[in-house]
């Protein structure tokens, strides 16, 4: 007699992304079936004994997890197209933020901009995402840089989660730039540590810290403080290092046991067995180096070698990554990085879910969230192969229909 469930599909192939020694996990003639927002049974159809009223036929199509996009900033105000312009003119982005644009122009625009406003256009760069099969975001703050505005996009971010069928991880980017009224970094730093981030911890805004070590974002040593403090805080950690110059924030964050470092195009080699002790995810930003016509590329061959698992993310944001697409994403990590097609939908499942610390979603096996989506093409390897080729035909989150 098979068990009742609240959603059973029958006759799909699963891109699984389980780790049973077959590429993408994949299972044939498969069956799902959900309880309670969780996958109950993820395998073999001849195996299954679940079934449901709620029933459906996969047709033969294939079924994958939903897409996690571990790193954005796209909670902001205004766009900087005009400095698109300046870099088609040779102008560097480093240099447009040394002369007070750059992040800094995003500041001013993000301070000047009230919380629906705010939440409108998220939403919309949101729903692009969506209806590419992505169930599960990572969305910064960063653009405020004093607790009001900090707070205010943060509540924007939650508000998308609470209001759109889409988990939201949020992430306190207070150490992104320095504000302008700031007396110093020094000081700047210390207000951070001692005043936004206790502030918005309490008020429940903050899932994980993050820092843009840089030389035109804070040392090491800065980035030593925000992490103690994050660590005093029990947060997870994520950084932003090694993007422009190689300033060892790498290194930094794995002493850390960060959850992740993000852009690392100027990794060194020899770092990179720090990262794999520190079970730390490396997270790539094709679309920031392609926006950026950047030419050093991630060490991905050491990456590979010493099994550090690679994530995949847009960076969605209006200055270095103006690309809301994961799917493009995914292609560009294979055309710019040489990542294979597998590696790239490891990246926005199992391995963007860890750079989250949500191991119960990104891949589809019992015991995970049930967020997934229904797809026709002949061979998972399509998802990364083009660009615009594909849309999901159904998504489920928590095992609900998402009508988009
Ligand atoms: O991930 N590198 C720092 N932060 C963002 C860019 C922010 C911006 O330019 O507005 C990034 O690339
Ligand atoms: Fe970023």
């Not at 992430?171 to 210390?190: M, N, R």
């Not at 040392?219 to 994520?238: D, T």
């Amino acid at each position: 007699m098979p068990q009742p469930c609240d959603l059973f599909i029958h006759s799909v192939q699963l891109a699984s992304m389980q780790d049973n020694g077959v590429p993408y996990g994949i299972i044939e003639n498969a069956a799902i079936a959900v309880c309670d927002g969780k996958i109950a049974y993820a395998g073999p159809m001849d195996e299954c004994n679940y079934s449901s009223e709620n029933k459906v036929d996969g047709q033969g199509k294939w079924c994958i997890p939903g897409l996690i996009d571990c790193h954005t900033h796209l909670v902001y105000g205004g766009n900087r197209a005009q400095e698109f312009e300046q870099r088609l003119q040779g102008v560097s982005y480093a240099d447009i933020a040394k002369q007070g644009g750059g992040i800094q122009s995003t500041v001013n625009a993000t301070r000047a901009t009230c919380e629906q406003d705010l939440f409108d256009s998220a939403k919309c760069r949101v729903l692009r995402l969506l209806e590419e099969g992505v169930t599960t975001v990572e969305i910064k703050s960063g653009y405020g840089l004093n607790v009001e505005t900090e707070k205010k996009m943060l509540r924007v971010a939650r508000a998308i989660g609470e209001q759109l069928p889409i988990t939201i991880s949020t992430t306190f980017l207070g150490a992104h730039a320095v504000p302008k009224e700031a007396s110093s970094a020094e000081c700047y730093i210390d207000l951070v540590c001692k005043e936004m981030m206790p502030a918005l911890h309490k008020e429940g805004l903050i899932d994980a810290v993050d820092v843009f070590c840089e030389h035109i974002g804070f040392s090491p040593e800065q980035c030593r403080k925000v992490f103690q403090a994050a660590q005093g805080l029990n947060l997870p950690i994520k950084a932003h290092v090694e993007q422009l110059s190689d300033l060892k924030g790498a290194c930094l964050a794995a002493e850390f046991k960060a959850n992740s470092v993000e852009h690392i195009e100027y990794l060194a080699e020899d770092d990179v067995p720090k990262l794999k002790t520190a079970d730390t995810v490396a997270v790539l930003l094709p679309g920031a180096f392609y926006s950026l016509n950047e030419t050093q590329k991630p060490p991905i061959h050491a990456l590979r070698q010493h099994r550090v698992p690679m994530a995949v993310a847009t960076d969605c944001n209006p200055g270095s990554s103006p690309v809301a697409s994961l799917l493009t994403s995914m292609n560009m990590a294979c055309v710019l990085f040489s990542l294979t097609p597998e590696e790239a939908l490891k990246g926005t499942t199992v391995h963007a879910a860890k750079a989250l610390g949500l191991t119960h979603k990104g891949q589809i096996k019992a015991g995970m969230d049930a967020d997934f989506s229904l797809w026709i093409f002949q061979h998972p390897c399509e998802l990364a192969y083009g660009i615009n080729m594909h849309r999901p035909e159904r998504i489920w989150v928590g095992g609900n229909r998402v009508q988009f």
